[in-house]
């Protein structure tokens, strides 16, 4: 059995090709390329099933923090398909009375059960 190694045109063909199908992945007015499996993804609107896990978001804490939280505005919601569903929301509430911003991580599991999984105080914990 012989064992060929490819020249060094070939390597160099190979490599230009691939070159060029990097730039023109780059390139305006390409073809979008799609979102990595497992990344968050942008949520194009807010929908009914944001809206549910940030109320649960915003309840838990406020039961973790034994005081009264409200939810005012749903800023941003990122969603993770995992075995199940991760909204990542940044969440406008109200603490005391005082604005403050937080993001909180929501997951879904598949027989629709929430779960609160991480809360976070943003800046200097006040909404602008």
């Known amino acids: 059995m012989q064992c060929r190694v490819p020249s060094v045109g070939v390597a160099w063909l190979l490599l230009a090709m691939s070159s060029a199908a990097v730039v023109a992945s780059a390139s305006p007015g390409a073809a979008p390329v799609p ?4 990344a968050y ?10 809206r ?27 969603r993770q398909v995992v075995a199940g ?10 603490l005391g009375g005082q604005p403050r ?7 879904r599991n598949l027989q629709g059960q929430h779960q609160l999984m ?11």
């Open 101 to 107: 911003m937080a993001e909180a991580v929501v997951y």
């Open 118 to 128: 991480s809360w976070q105080w943003l800046l200097s914990r006040r909404a602008p």
């Open 85 to 94: 569903l991760n909204f990542r929301l940044r969440l406008r509430v109200e």
């Open 41 to 50: 993804q942008v949520a194009a609107s807010i929908g009914p099933d944001d």
């Open 35 to 38: 979102p990595m499996p497992g």
């Open 52 to 78: 549910a896990a940030a109320t649960i978001a915003v309840r838990d804490r406020a039961l973790q923090e034994r005081t009264t939280l409200r939810l005012v505005a749903i800023e941003r919601v990122d």
